[in-house]
């Protein structure tokens, strides 16, 4: 049996001081980046991001769409960690 894979949309903030994922209050996905978003480095940042939260490798996570803007869906394939969605 095949799981469907987890798919999240993350509000990004790149040039930020530190690097996180978390959720707000509302429930939505922010990631604060460190790296700027010129050449890639802050969708590379945010997929290493990702993967340690959720306890996967970088190759189980990918940007599906969004990647140029302040809001990308991001897909996990399974198995993922579920206790990291809280």
């Not at 930020?16 to 978390?22: I, M, P, V």
């Not at 509302?26 to 790296?35: D, E, H």
């Not at 306890?55 to 960690?81: D, M, N, W």
């Amino acid at each position: 049996m095949s799981q469907k894979p987890l798919i999240i949309e993350v509000k990004v903030k790149p040039n930020a001081g530190t690097s996180q994922l978390r959720r707000d209050e509302s429930g939505q996905w922010i990631a604060q980046l460190k790296s700027p978003s010129v050449d890639g480095k802050a969708n590379a940042e945010l997929i290493d991001l990702v993967a340690k939260h959720f306890a996967c490798c970088k190759a189980a996570v990918s940007i599906k769409t969004g990647a140029a803007g302040r809001f990308e869906l991001v897909k996990i394939e399974v198995p993922y960690v579920l206790a990291s969605l809280d």
